[in-house]
């Protein structure tokens, strides 16, 4: 066996992902013998399935609370560092309570936005990782449209 | 004091509260920010490199950037050079594989504004690890969270859990992003588009990455 | 909390199968496109990792994994069509025309006189169809509502082309980075006034609020409706 043949093929670029593919499989079959566990202390935990149905008008994601009064009750990582913390899990908007009225399913069509729990997670106690997120969309859209005006 | 952590990383100095997401400052990851900023600098001062390219039987073909393609490649550079650094501060896993995907997209960047059929076709392959290696980063973090039920490195540190294939496939996510040992060709490809500067920023980024994800590992 | 801790090691398998299997797919694949689409199905398997947590912040984390996602997608599939080009145009020297792919083209005559079924909502709704999109995107807000937008505003430029009402090759250039423009700025006054704004002014939370929601609708929905009018 050549080893240098081996190193010539490895230094193809079209090589690489299947050669990356390969060794994740081989680390991920590795999860099969290894237990999973499920910590029950969770961060921002979720009622039971099926619990809110016809209770409440924002269905699976009623948190409590009411606007721009008493805040919702959610568990977060640090609490000491968010003054308004539930408030905006609380907020609804004018026409979201207008519509909340008439309905039982308003929560299945997330319109509560913005406001509800998971407008608290995405702009507030975890607003970084909205920001890189979009980041990546303005980027990758960058290099889209620049490579698509520029092709002639 | 309660997030005081030890780790391999040295004193800590002190952190920066946004929400959920905390980014603490060591001594390690102060210097690397420095380093990070100072070379995002030093990319939007510099004019780039003129590559001669040698022809056999022929006159000598002058590889140069022209001013469009400057201006996109020295945003990416300089996109790339602010995520990096902000990437040696930021405390949480999530927020570190989100940091590592934007990286890995500006990397892209960098090298797509080239018109050379070799270059784009590294810079895709490359784009398919990076995509690839998407699933072990973020699967990683949410195995992570679903074992010890936070996503936080200063929480985590004082754990002690055994994490060890979390770990690996975090590593290996960040291995495909890098683009570590086995897996260099299609960024070492890249690395031979003209523009010096700004392909460098790829260099820099990557080993930057490297040793911090190491130290993360280590800390949690 | 029972369901969730029960379901989730069969939801983490079934993730781990669909990923290990994808990639031994990419392992053996030799077409490049196909290379591109097993990616994607990569990422599902990642998708479900996350979402067999079962937690709120599951959710919030899901968003955030498949927009990196797509718009690694986008730019890569772009760079692999631009590679085909230049590999094509090695071969023959022809140079495709900007924008070609909305301008009309002129139709083949043909002899015979073939009924054609007219989509009659191109012609005569879709401005009042895009309009009420926009408007509910509107509502909605964040992202959810961005998509929605851009849905209405692709729906209108996509019926423009198609009934032919002289869209030039200039004028979609031109328009083109006016909305991108548009897209970058309200992402800035996003990260500026919206996240910002919760740390320095606690109180006003609610303008922040507003403001964030509205401005990543605008940011998420101009720039969705110009990636979805490309018919590539």
């Known amino acids: 066996m050549d080893i240098g043949r081996l190193w010539n093929y490895i230094s193809r670029p079209d090589i690489v992902p299947r050669l990356f593919a390969v060794f994740l499989c081989l680390i991920m ?48 990582q640090y609490p000491q560092f968010e003054p308004i913390r539930g408030r905006i899990t609380a907020y609804l908007t004018p026409p979201a309570i207008w519509l909340s009225e008439r309905t039982p399913y308003f929560g299945t069509t997330i319109v509560s936005t913005p406001g509800g729990i998971l407008d608290e997670i995405l702009y507030y106690t975890r607003g970084l990782d909205t920001i890189l997120e979009s980041l990546t969309l303005l980027v990758s859209f960058m290099i889209f449209s620049w490579v698509y005006l520029h092709r002639d | 004091m309660f997030l005081n952590i030890t780790s391999v990383a040295g004193e800590f100095y002190g952190y920066i509260p946004f929400g959920d997401i905390v980014l603490y400052v ?24 003129k590559q001669l390219e040698s022809q056999i039987g022929g006159f000598d073909k002058l590889n140069y950037v022209s001013l469009e393609e400057l201006k996109i490649r020295r945003l990416m550079a300089i996109l790339c050079g602010i995520c990096t650094a902000f990437a040696m501060l930021t405390g949480d896993l999530f ?37 690839i290696s998407t699933l072990p980063l973020f699967g990683g973090a949410a195995l992570i969270l679903a074992k010890t039920g936070t996503l936080s490195i200063l929480e985590l ?48 980024s990557s080993l930057l990455i490297v040793i911090r994800t190491a130290e993360i590992l280590l800390t949690i | ?62 968003l955030p994994g498949l927009v990196v996602g797509l718009a690694e997608f986008l ?114 006054l996003w990260i500026i006034l919206g996240f910002i704004g919760f740390y320095l002014f606690p109180e006003h939370y609610v303008t922040f609020l507003l403001i964030a929601g509205g401005a990543l609708a605008l940011k998420v929905g101009s720039k969705l409706g110009l990636i979805g009018d490309l018919k590539l």
């Open chain 2, 95 to 131: 927020n570190y594989a989100l940091f590592l995907a934007v990286i890995g997209i500006t990397n892209i960047g960098i090298v797509s504004a080239v018109k050379k059929e070799w270059v784009l076709n590294a810079a895709y392959y490359y784009g398919i690890i990076a995509m």
């Open chain 3, 1 to 62: 909390m029972d369901v969730v801790q029960h379901m989730f090691n069969y939801s983490v398998f079934a993730g781990f199968v669909v990923g290990i299997l994808s990639l031994i797919a990419i392992g053996y694949q030799r077409s490049d496109i196909h290379l591109l689409i097993l990616t994607d199905v990569v990422e599902c398997a990642m998708l479900v990792i996350i979402a067999a947590l079962g937690t709120d912040l599951a959710e919030a984390l899901i």
């Open chain 2, 26 to 49: 060591t001594e390690f990851s102060a210097i690397s920010f420095v380093i990070a900023l100072f070379f995002t600098l030093v990319v939007y001062f510099t004019k780039p490199e």
């Open chain 1, 29 to 76: 079959i590795i999860e099969f013998f290894v237990p999973t566990s499920y910590n029950e202390d969770q961060l921002y935990p979720k009622y039971p399935p099926q619990s809110q149905v016809f209770k409440s008008s924002l269905a699976p994601y009623d948190r409590g609370g009411v606007p721009l009064k008493i805040p919702a009750d959610i568990k977060t």
């Open chain 3, 75 to 188: 730019a890569v599939s772009e760079i692999l069509i631009q590679r085909c080009k230049l590999r094509k145009k090695e071969r023959e020297k022809k140079t495709p025309k900007l924008f070609e792919e909305f301008l009309v083209v002129e139709e083949p005559k043909v002899e015979v006189d073939i009924e054609h079924p007219r989509m009659e909502i191109l012609y005569s709704a879709s401005r009042f169809i895009s309009l009420i999109l926009v408007i509910y995107g509107a509502f909605l807000t964040g992202f959810t509502g961005g998509a929605v937008m851009s849905v209405g505003l692709l729906f209108y430029l996509l019926s423009q082309g198609i009934v032919s009402r002289g869209i030039s090759s200039e004028d979609i250039k031109d328009f083109w980075e006016a909305v991108a423009g548009f897209s970058g700025i309200m992402w800035a």
């Open chain 2, 157 to 204: 540190a004082g754990k002690h859990q055994d994490l060890l294939f979390q770990k690996m496939l975090y590593a290996a996510g960040m291995v495909g992003e890098t683009g570590v040992a086995p897996f260099y060709a299609a960024k070492a490809e890249m690395f031979r588009a003209p523009g010096a500067p700004y392909i460098l920023m790829i260099h820099l």
